[in-house]
């Protein structure tokens, strides 16, 4: 049973800096891409930062130049850095996790979600 539990969410002015922490249980944790999607009030859920099972990275254009994402293989732990944050960057924060399967199949897991929040 493959579980995904984020922390590190909640209340920050602009400008200011937060990191999630996901932490999957289960094994092989070096066999999944890991993500960070976000989905604000009304919004579609979107994708923010990937890093691969090799450790390459991939970042939304919106975020880019301000968070980074990492992982920690041994401690079964993806983070996202967030830095100068933005009052357009309040939303859940959700960790998200794949690997392939067979064939064209991949397997998915999610966690529940962080609230990070920007705001004087």
């Known amino acids: 049973q493959v579980q995904l539990v984020e922390s590190g969410g909640g209340l920050v002015q602009p400008g200011g800096s937060l990191r999630l922490s996901c932490v999957v249980s289960g094994s092989w944790f070096n066999s999944f891409g890991m993500g960070w999607y976000r989905q604000a009030p009304g919004k579609q859920r979107e994708l923010v930062a990937y890093?691969?099972?090799?450790?390459?990275?991939d970042l939304s254009h919106s975020v880019k130049d301000r968070f980074t994402i990492s992982r920690d293989d041994p401690k079964n732990t993806v983070y996202l850095q967030m830095n100068s944050l933005k009052p357009e960057d309040t939303a859940v924060y959700y960790c998200?996790?794949?690997?392939?399967?067979?064939?064209?199949?991949?397997?998915?897991?999610w966690g529940q979600g962080t609230q990070v929040t920007v705001s004087s």
């Open positions: 998200y996790a794949d690997r392939p399967v067979g064939g064209n199949r991949r397997e998915e897991y």
């Open positions: 890093i691969t099972s090799g450790h390459s990275t």
